[in-house]
């Protein structure tokens, strides 16, 4: 079956893993698939965000600590006014990164509302084809069967691959001929088909909107601004110069840690249909299982 491959996953994990070995800042140019990090256990590649955040913190720190405490001396230095300026950076970091996550969350949460509105509708066109005389009843109801089944066991693991899934059309077109071929001959009969008619025609922008969204993600720009935020942010902590040195890695590695966790939140959110907290068909194996079987 022909499938149309999204590269999904592309600009924030390019930017954590390729960064550093890059001499030009041209990761938007080069496409890597990285789909493989969402088959990770999630608590696995959540420790291994952290992780290298925590560890860019303090390896940074290491390399420029001697180079700061000669420029800046020795402390306090000029830990006051540098803290001023990381007080401001942090709470425009802060802001923005918490509205980005915001703003994925809600992405989140109204995909997986219309998946639910979509899996209402077509059972709701699959009741208002039962007064359709026979035998164009049951060929109108075989067709919407075997879609309901083929978006629950092929398509939702295309989509889950962030492969967008193009079968199933073929159902949907027998269908409606089906559906806009039928002629009324009563009043009822007429309400009745005018319900389905609109029925239909809503089921068919859910599912747009459902495949728009299999490869829609976070913007390229967005990604760029997260991380030169958190660059600019630990940066700062670097300059910092304190007598006790096992505290000031303990403080860089916690900062870091921090940062990579709210990146992580919006990396596992970031494709509905993708990851460890996907939209699931569950509202279609539940009016398959409840109306159609």
Not at 73 to 99: D, H, W
Not at 103 to 128: C, Q
Not at 155 to 178: C, R, T, Y
Not at 276 to 287: N, Q
Request: glycine fraction near 6%; include cysteine.
């Amino acid at each position: 079956m022909a499938a149309h491959h999204a590269w999904s996953f592309e600009i924030p994990l390019l930017c954590i893993f390729h960064i550093l070995g890059s001499r030009f800042i041209q990761p938007a140019i080069y496409v890597m698939n990285l789909s493989w990090l969402y088959f990770l256990p999630s608590f696995i590649f959540f420790i291994l965000v952290i992780l290298f955040f925590a560890a860019f913190s303090i390896g940074g720190f290491l390399l420029t600590r001697k180079y700061v405490e000669i420029w800046l001396g020795k402390p306090p230095a000029q830990n006051e006014v540098i803290s001023y300026y990381i007080a401001a950076t942090g709470v425009v970091y802060g802001i923005t990164l918490g509205l980005i996550a915001v703003g994925v969350w809600d992405n989140y949460i109204h995909v997986n509302n219309k998946v639910e509105e979509e899996a209402a509708t077509i059972s709701e066109l699959y009741r208002d084809i039962a007064s359709y005389p026979e035998p164009l009843r049951s060929r109108m109801e075989t067709e919407l069967r075997l879609y309901t089944r083929y978006v629950i066991n092929e398509a939702w693991p295309l989509q889950s691959e962030g492969i967008i899934p193009i079968g199933g059309v073929d159902h949907m077109d027998n269908f409606q001929k089906m559906l806009y071929r039928y002629e009324p001959a009563t009043l009822g009969q007429q309400i009745l088909h005018a319900s389905a008619l609109h029925s239909f025609n809503d089921y068919v922008l859910l599912r747009r909107f459902r495949i728009q969204n299999v490869t829609k993600g976070v913007q390229v720009m967005i990604w760029w601004v997260v991380f030169f935020g958190a660059l600019i942010n630990l940066i700062l902590s670097w300059l910092f110069v304190v007598r006790n040195k096992s505290l000031h890695i303990l403080m860089n590695g916690l900062l870091g840690a921090l940062i990579g966790a709210l990146v992580f939140l919006i990396i596992v959110l970031d494709y509905p249909f993708r990851g460890w907290f996907k939209v699931s068909a569950e509202p279609f194996e539940y009016a398959y299982e409840q109306l159609m079987k």
